[in-house]
């Protein structure tokens, strides 16, 4: 019992010593206001949408997503430079990278970047907020408004369509619940089961055509 206590301490500091990745965003006026998005290195990543969220959303990064994001913040040398691009715009929302990896921690605050990289990291978690928000979307139409379940599921695959969710597999779930469920409309339910089947069943990649 004591060494399997040890090895559970042993792997809780393991998994706290991973790097991991930290971005906010502040933006007074808009909806969400507030978003939070820890990522650490295993992928697992925390979504929040207010400063006091105890609604806290857990999700699992693919092996590509994590890495892509890992390798962006390698280019911005883990944020010890400023990436503000110092010119004259609008208010865009302060925004803020942060890395941490034990006693190291780095951490720049921003409006607006030029840098090609900063741009990149950005849209990757603007990618993951987006997703979360059309999730809470999708799952609160679920629950008290399922006339509105249609229109949830049709703003999902206008969102898949345009590659801008991540962490897909987290929707099969719900679009199951709501496919076999005939509460729901017919076309909500033959809507959530298409896409489902496009989660689980991925085109295969275009060949490249031959010249």
Known sequence: MIRIFAISVLLCAVISAAPRLYYSKYFKGSVPEFAAITVERSGQTTYQDAKDDDNTI????????????????????????????GLKVANMGTKTFRFE??????????????DTTAQALLDCFEKIGETEQDFIALDRAAHYDKLGVNDAL????????????????????????????ESYLHIARERASNLADAIRKPPPPQEKAQQ
């Open 58 to 85: 857990h999700v699992q990064l693919t092996e590509a997503e994590t890495q892509e994001i890992f390798d962006l913040a390698d280019k911005l040398d883990h944020f010890q430079h400023p990436i503000e691009s």
């Open 101 to 114: 990896n034990e006693a190291e921690k780095h951490e720049v605050q921003f409006n607006y970047s030029i």
């Open 154 to 181: 049709l703003l999902l695959e206008i969102s898949m369509d345009r590659k801008r969710v991540v962490a897909v597999q987290q929707f099969l779930p719900l679009l199951d619940r709501i496919g076999k469920n």
